[in-house]
């Protein structure tokens, strides 16, 4: 059974959104999101200043066998990018909602109304 | 029945009566009726093994072995006999791609041994498994630029490259939607004041090639440090058998480094199989085309070597993925294993000092005569080019009369070469074959 | 011997040589007058072994293969069929291997005829009108193909042409070449025959302007032949597009259908799979490309031509260029010229009906135990979905690995994507009945060992050279080089 968390934001690619203070956010990847790639032993984030939009690749995550496209689920402006996965990607699979990607400055924080809440992304996931 | 099909009537007859059938046709059944080929195919006979043989001896003999004095990307060094000895043996030769580590660990710690040995040559981080030869790794050199600079399409291509070399990259940037310009030369080498001039914000590499067409040891002072400021890449093609005594591209700030192994033990064989090598920095290596191989264990803790980072390739990115090369020259890695293994870092020096000694002697020796100078005098070390007043179609039959191949004219590369012959001279020649070539030379005009 | 663990640099002692060099001939000369700024710093590290030690240690390292003389190679997609002996002594004689790609055409005619000829037979046999043998493997002849597609959309002024559609069951290669050319895929799904559905295909190019064209395998790679294969090229060829026939599964119509006949305008041939030459453990392979009459001033220079007996190399301004540096891996074509001779008009013809009989046996005495997901005749190979009985947790990947311990190549394994479990296998006609019981026999041996002890699958394989290998450290170290190797070795003394 995957974790989802209370109170974080999630999108239908498995990302999740967490508000850090109004327009402050940080992104990562979930617990299901992790299992269904296996071991984790890449991110390819972009750098910080670059501008992500909702809907577009923002970078890629890479198994041993397999690598998955982020899709950016929010837009904005990168404010810092997790350097610690560089070395350590396996913090993805061993706890996905520490090992954050970005912090990211959001353009329009009402973009957030339209991700899904842990009750709707359970069901989600759940099908 | 046919040697190369064990099918007895007996075996067929057991098979169709499995399937419950009784032709082997009816498995095509479902096949269009048009688009069936009914004939027999226009092609010829089967020979038996003894007419193949004759008919490929007459074919072999309306070929000329000839004493090479040319080089131009395909040079005649010695090859160790037990390369051969080595490379036929069925376990490298008939197997596949290393899929199944298990039972491929001989290809996969070649490929390593032979990532290895191009990584100490070029002083790079790392080496893929191989290309298929040094203009399509040049290329595909220029691709990783590209998409290593993200944003940026275009390429600075220094005319003293191989030309064929240049029309390669051409044909490949050509389709794939990237442009490219021309950096000039000045006296026979790449001129860093144009590089300069044509540097902007757009370039995401610029293509070097040492030692150049013209066999030019070229000075790259100044080139990397420009490069850097303008966050361009400096790509460089070097002669993989003069990186055991020139200085290495990593000591001259590339950072990709490419180009032709076929002076590695490979026969000249008309043009292939060679192989292209491929290496460049750790922090692009994701950015990199084609097989990787890395060292790991087994669940025993046994070592081990496996294909590594696959989800950059093809099979797994699709369309996603940077190059669509799903190969290497494998077999040929294992060449260019066994030549360094065999030639070690002494035999290597060897055969540059030879090769350096014996252009130098043809080269003053030439110039003796007269009939030919050198418009650049740049500094070299296996291969020249020089001017010459005699006719270059004088010189090419004169020397295919006494079996040589030698003072290629570089005029059918371009017009802009119109006056220049090319000479290449490896440690195989000895100076009884120089001093008949100078001979035959001095007696033209 | 299965227990030689050595790096070829871990047998080094200075001052050893394996060479053997002239003396030096012309001593007022060294590299060493050359300017310093020119020479290397720091000397390269390659080891310092006698030839015996080179010998023995390759010899040792071979031994830890698994090649086409070990046993059954029923690697599927791959067509891992005897690469004959013959082939080789051909392809090492001196008139072949010892002549400079520069050398003036009439000193190489011998050559030029075997390119010009090997060209003409492969023309023949696939109902195309000219071949290039320049392209140095199926992935550059996909390449190549694809920039004469789309050199003849623009040669006639249309330059919107930039999609080629590709069954979702293809090879990654395919959409990858189409990237590299610079165009976009259009990727359509198959229906439940395991074919392109036609429907989806017709409605994919309804109303557009810009289909360049179609990449298809036939038979795809399900093994089972797109029998819509003459309405498909209609659709495309009605939207304006070209049809590329991809070679992979070439074998299994030798004899019986040729690609020019289906209506395709361009393909090319993995020589390294239907014409015998060696795979030699990922290449040099051999991808020529063919193509109709109205496409030949495309081919890519240089070409070979003939005028009565005399063969001769041309450049063509019309070509896509160049793209390889002389004519593609020369002494590859020799060895399928010398492998079609061999085989000739009277055998080559049985080709594709043997591998297609082998493989149909193979499925039917298989489907007992194994998922056979798409029912009817396959051409030269079959796929199944793994094991019927999925109360195991036993998957493909066992089996495959299991199968090694019988001393047996494992099939293609995971692809094609459309089924999660696929298994793949394709036997050739090189194989007798008597191999492929042995391997059915084992195939089922696996199945019930599954269900009885699937430890041992799980485990498996215990009888090769090394166990199943750690790729997460591979890919996580990227320890690349003896360099890397000593680095990491170091630290973790430390």
């Known amino acids: 059974m995957s974790k989802i968390l209370e109170g974080l934001y999630y999108s239908d690619d498995h990302e999740w959104v967490k508000v850090l203070e109004d327009d402050l956010v940080l992104v990562g990847v979930t617990d299901f999101a992790q299992a269904e790639l296996g071991d984790v032993v890449f991110v390819d984030l972009p750098e910080e200043g670059d501008e992500i939009v909702k809907g577009e690749e923002f970078g890629a995550v890479e198994s041993v066998k397999a690598a998955s496209d982020l899709v950016a689920p929010i837009s904005g402006e990168v404010i810092e990018v997790n350097e610690e996965l560089a070395s350590e990607p396996e913090r993805v699979n061993q706890e996905p909602y520490e090992a954050w990607f970005l912090k990211v400055k959001l353009n329009d924080p009402k973009e957030l109304e339209k991700l899904l809440d842990h009750k709707a992304y359970k069901e989600e996931i759940s099908e | ?445 | 011997m299965i227990q030689y663990d050595k790096l070829i640099f871990e047998l080094s002692r200075e001052e050893r040589v394996g060479y053997s060099l002239p003396k030096s001939r012309f001593n007022d000369y060294s590299f060493n007058d050359l300017n310093e700024q020119f020479l290397r710093n720091e000397e390269p590290y390659l080891p310092e072994v006698s030839e015996l030690d080179v010998l023995r240690h390759f010899t040792n390292i071979s031994n830890k293969n698994f090649g086409i003389e070990n046993g059954f190679y029923p690697l599927g997609s791959c067509t891992m069929k005897y690469n004959p002996k013959i082939n080789e002594e051909i392809a090492s004689l001196r008139g072949f291997r010892r002549i400079h790609p520069l050398q003036p055409a009439s000193t190489v005619q011998g050559a030029l005829k075997v390119y010009y000829e090997l060209q003409r037979i492969l023309s023949e046999v696939s109902g195309l009108h000219e071949f290039t043998l320049n392209s140095y493997a199926g992935a550059h002849g996909e390449l190549v193909g694809l920039m004469i597609i789309k050199k003849y959309h623009q040669s006639r002024q249309d330059f919107k042409r930039n999609k080629i559609i590709i069954p979702d069951s293809a090879h990654g290669t395919n959409p990858a070449s189409v990237v590299v050319c610079g165009m976009k895929v259009i990727e359509i799904s198959s229906n439940k025959r395991g074919r392109v559905d036609l429907q989806s295909l017709k409605e994919a190019v309804e109303g557009r302007d810009d289909i360049a064209g179609m990449m298809l395998t036939n038979p795809n790679t399900l093994g089972i032949f797109e029998d819509d294969i003459c309405e498909i090229t209609k659709v495309i060829h009605e939207a304006g597009g070209l049809m590329y026939y991809d070679g992979a599964n070439l074998n299994a119509l030798l004899g019986k259908v040729r690609p020019g006949d289906m209506g395709f305008d361009v393909m090319h041939i993995n020589l390294h799979k239907t014409f015998s030459t060696p795979h030699g453990g990922g290449g040099p392979g051999s991808g020529p490309v063919g193509v109709t009459k109205e496409l030949e001033p495309f081919l890519p220079n240089p070409r070979i031509k003939k005028l009565e007996d005399h063969y001769y190399i041309e450049e063509n301004g019309d070509a896509i260029g160049r793209i390889s540096s002389y004519y593609g891996n020369y002494l590859v074509s020799l060895r399928a010229y010398v492998y079609l001779l061999t085989l000739g008009k009277e055998n080559i013809k049985l080709v594709g009906p043997y591998a297609t009989l082998n493989a149909n046996y193979i499925k039917n005495a298989l489907k007992t135990a194994y998922q056979l997901p798409i029912d009817g005749n396959c051409m030269h190979e079959v796929v199944f979905n793994g094991l019927i009985n999925k109360d195991t947790d036993i998957k493909t990947l066992d089996i495959a690995k299991r199968l090694l311990d019988y001393g047996m190549h494992a099939p293609t394994i995971y692809f094609p994507l459309l089924f999660p479990q696929a298994i793949m296998i394709e036997p050739t006609e090189t194989e007798s009945l008597q191999t492929i019981d042995a391997f059915i026999n084992i195939m089922h041996k696996i199945a019930i060992e599954a269900k009885e002890d699937p430890d041992k699958l799980k485990d498996a394989p215990t009888k090769t050279p090394i166990r199943r290998t750690d790729e997460v450290f591979a890919a996580k170290e990227m320890i690349f080089s003896y360099k890397d190797y000593l680095t990491y070795t170091e630290e973790r003394e430390q």
């Open chain 2, 1 to 445: 029945m046919f040697k190369y099909f064990p099918h007895t009537k007996a075996d067929i007859e057991k098979m169709l009566k499995s399937l419950n059938i009784s032709s082997i046709d009816e498995l095509f059944n479902e096949l269009p009726e048009s688009v069936i080929y009914n004939s027999d195919y226009d092609i010829p006979s089967f020979m038996s093994e003894a007419e193949l043989r004759s008919y490929f001896d007459q074919l072999n003999n309306q070929n000329k072995e000839l004493t090479l004095f040319s080089g131009l990307g395909a040079y005649d060094h010695y090859q160790p006999a037990i390369i051969d000895a080595i490379t036929s043996r069925q376990e490298f030769m008939t197997s596949y791609t290393p899929y199944q580590p298990e039972i491929s660990q001989g290809t996969l710690q070649y490929i390593f041994e032979y990532q290895s040995m191009i990584q100490t040559l070029t002083g790079m981080d790392v080496s893929n498994a191989s290309m298929y030869d040094g203009s399509t790794s040049t290329a595909e050199a220029c691709f990783m630029a590209a998409s290593i600079s993200r944003k940026r399409s275009k390429l600075l291509i220094s005319t003293t490259l191989n030309p064929n070399t240049i029309k390669v990259i051409e044909t490949y940037l050509k389709f794939k939607g990237l442009e490219w310009d021309y950096v000039d030369s000045k006296n026979g080498v790449t001129d860093l004041k144009d590089m300069k001039s044509k540097l902007d914000k757009d370039i995401a590499g610029v293509v070097v090639q040492n030692p150049n067409f013209f066999g030019h040891i070229e000075n790259y002072d100044g080139f990397s440090e420009t490069l850097k400021e303008n966050k361009s890449l400096f790509i460089m093609n070097a002669d993989i058998s003069t990186l055991g005594v020139l200085k290495t591209p990593f000591e001259q700030g590339a950072d990709i480094a490419c180009g032709e192994c076929q002076s590695l033990g490979m026969p000249v064989a008309y043009g292939g199989p060679f192989l292209g090598y491929l290496a460049t920095n750790k922090s692009y290596v994701r950015k990199m085309p084609g097989r990787i191989c890395g060292y790991t264990h087994d669940l025993e803790g046994k070592r081990a070597f496996v294909l590594t980072l696959q989800a950059r390739e093809q099979h797994i990115r699709r369309s996603k993925a940077n190059s669509n090369i799903c190969s290497n020259q494998s077999l040929m890695a294992l060449f260019v294993t066994i030549y360094l293994s065999t030639m070690g870092k002494h035999g290597l020096k060897k055969v540059n000092e030879l090769s350096y000694q014996g252009s130098h002697y043809l080269y003053d020796r030439l110039l003796k005569t007269g009939k030919f100078k050198d418009p650049f005098n740049q500094p070299f070390l296996k291969e020249f080019v020089l001017e010459t007043t005699i006719s270059h179609d004088l010189i090419q039959e004169a020397l295919l009369e006494n079996n040589i191949f030698g003072g290629y004219s570089l005029q059918s590369f371009g017009d802009e070469y119109e006056n220049l012959v090319n000479f290449a001279v490896t440690e195989k020649r000895t100076k009884a074959e120089i001093d008949r070539l100078v001979e035959i030379l001095e007696g033209l005009s």
